[in-house]
């Protein structure tokens, strides 16, 4: 069946440094990619999103791009903040699939100052 | 505001308790999702509605119930049969229509603990 897998966390970073958080995934068929972020306490929001290969999502500096040959979805930041502390969130959905998606388990990110 | 409004906010029940969670849109959605969120195993999807009096099972159905009789809302039941009821439980509401965008949006949730 149609699966996500997330590099577990927490992953810990300081301010300003470079995040990667890995995603990649198994599918039948051409699915559409999504990235969703949940702050402590809240439900989860869209993030950012790719509907095909070599598409490249961005939202608020982050960005994640559509890697078909590697299945792939790997989220980035250039420079992180306190503010970005979260559980992060890789999802897919199929064409036709109806808005039904398929969660990974998440990776929760700490920022320090 | 328009948004999905879930209550409570934290429920606790005693064993063999059915519960019902509310969910309630007004976003003028087609269609209407309840997820189980559980520490280390991420969102799994326990029933779906894409049309009014219209629902299907998710991946985890099983000891749960729901119901559509209007657009905005979605309640779902905890049943007694639920074996580890104990979770956070996420609403979701989407368009539902073609093309279909992915974006599903949250309610905060409600947190069960069953003693």
């Known amino acids: 069946g149609d699966s996500v897998t997330q590099m577990e966390g927490p992953v810990t970073l300081s301010e300003e440094a470079f995040l990667t958080i890995n995603c990649t995934y198994t599918?039948?068929?051409?699915?559409?990619l999504f990235w969703y972020v949940q702050y402590p306490g809240e439900g989860l929001q869209l993030l950012l999103k790719?509907?095909?290969?070599?598409d490249k999502g961005s939202n608020k500096g982050f960005e994640a791009t559509y890697r078909k040959e590697t299945t792939s979805f790997h989220l980035e930041k250039g420079s992180v903040q306190v503010s970005d502390s979260a559980v992060y969130f890789c999802?897919?959905?199929?064409?036709?699939?109806?808005?039904?998606?398929?969660f990974g388990t998440g990776t929760q990110l700490k920022v320090e100052l | 505001d328009g948004g999905i409004t879930q209550s409570p906010k934290y429920l606790f029940r005693k064993e063999g308790q059915n519960v019902t969670l509310s969910c309630e849109q007004n976003?003028?959605?087609?269609?209407m999702y309840w997820y189980r969120q559980d520490p280390g195993q991420g969102l799994r999807l326990i029933y779906y509605?894409?049309?009014?009096?219209?629902?299907q099972k998710g991946d985890i159905a099983e000891g749960y119930s729901v119901s559509r009789e209007k657009k905005e809302s979605f309640p779902l039941t905890v049943t007694s049969a639920q074996k580890n009821p104990t979770a956070f439980y996420l609403c979701?509401?989407?368009?539902?229509?073609?093309?279909?965008?992915?974006?599903?949006?949250f309610g905060e949730g409600s947190r069960l603990t069953v003693l």
């Open positions: 979701a509401s989407s368009i539902g229509r073609t093309p279909n965008t992915g974006e599903l949006f």
């Open positions: 599918a039948t068929g051409y699915p559409s």
């Open positions: 790719a509907t095909k290969a070599d």
């Open positions: 999802a897919l959905e199929l064409t036709g699939g109806g808005n039904k998606l398929t």
């Open positions: 976003l003028n959605h087609d269609a």
């Open positions: 509605s894409q049309i009014v009096n219209d629902f």
